[in-house]
Nanobody
Framework: EVQLVESGGGLVQAGGSLRLSCAAS????????IGWFRQAPGKEREGVSC????????NDENSVKGRFTISRDNAKNMVYLQINNLKPEDTAVYYC?????????????????????WGQGTQVTVSS
């Protein structure tokens, strides 16, 4: 059974940092791209970052760029999202998701429709 379990969210003051973790099980981890997405209340889901062997991407939008860093540890079946200089607009539920890597992919997708497996999410709340 495929499982993705996020952790590391919480309440943090603006300017602080968090490291979110995504623990994966039930599939051949190194064959999959892992993405991080977030959804704020009343807003559409937004792709934040993704990683697959040999490629990492972060959303280029100014709201994210330069503050989010993704990494993966294939030995532990873990993916991490480091978020620095948190802002109130980062408040959202953060999800990790898994997609079987396509041979056609030059880079991992930061679009949710590519991903077939999703975790339950972890809440990040940033106070001003």
């Amino acid at each position: 059974e495929v499982q993705l379990v996020e952790s590391g969210g919480g309440l943090v003051q603006a300017g602080g940092s968090l490291r979110l973790s995504c623990a994966a099980s039930g599939f051949t981890f190194d064959r999959y791209a892992i993405g991080w997405f977030r959804q704020a209340p009343g807003k559409e889901r937004e792709g934040v970052s993704c990683v697959m062997n040999g490629n990492e991407r972060t959303n280029d939008e100014n709201s994210v760029k330069g503050r989010f860093t993704i990494s993966r540890d294939n030995a532990k079946n873990m993916v991490y999202l480091q978020i620095n200089n948190l802002k109130p607009e980062d408040t959202a539920v953060y999800y990790c998701a898994a997609a079987l890597r396509s041979r056609l992919w030059i880079e991992c997708p930061i679009i949710g429709s590519f991903y077939g497996y999703w975790g339950q999410g972890t809440q990040v709340t940033v106070s001003s």
